[in-house]
Nanobody, 125 residues
Framework: QVHLVESGGGLVQAGGSLSLSCAAS????????MGWFRQAPGKERQAVATISWSGGITVYENSVKGRFTISRDNARNTVHLPMNSLKPEDTAVYYC??????????????????WGQGTQVTVSS
């Protein structure tokens, strides 16, 4: 069982920045593929970014490319998502996700085995 805890959400004005973090339990974190998803009110949960177990492969949803950066620290069992140039349409609950079944992952949610509880990000215009 993997326990994921997100932090770093909040309220920010458009153009501002926030940095999300996800702390994971488990002794084999370095073998997990990790990702960030988001879900806006009335919309489906969608992938934002994923990172392979080694950190060598990252995948981004088009609308966040160049603004968000996913990274991981396998020594600290953490995944980070600094978000810059935030837009009102980035407003959503952001979820950390993990799987031990794959080495890397794309932008579907079919690979996810574990979810965090979510953290709210609100971008005001």
């Amino acid at each position: 069982q993997v326990h994921l805890v997100e932090s770093g959400g909040g309220l920010v004005q458009a153009g501002g920045s926030l940095s999300l973090s996800c702390a994971a339990s488990g002794r084999t974190f370095s073998s997990y593929v990790m990702g960030w998803f988001r879900q806006a009110p009335g919309k489906e949960r969608q992938a934002v970014a994923t990172i392979s177990w080694s950190g060598g492969i990252t995948v981004y949803e088009n609308s966040v490319k160049g603004r968000f950066t996913i990274s991981r620290d396998n020594a600290r069992n953490t995944v980070h998502l600094p978000m810059n140039s935030l837009k009102p349409e980035d407003t959503a609950v952001y979820y950390c996700a993990a799987s031990a079944r794959y080495g890397s992952a794309g932008l579907s949610n079919s690979w996810v085995d574990y979810w965090g509880q979510g953290t709210q990000v609100t971008v005001s215009s």
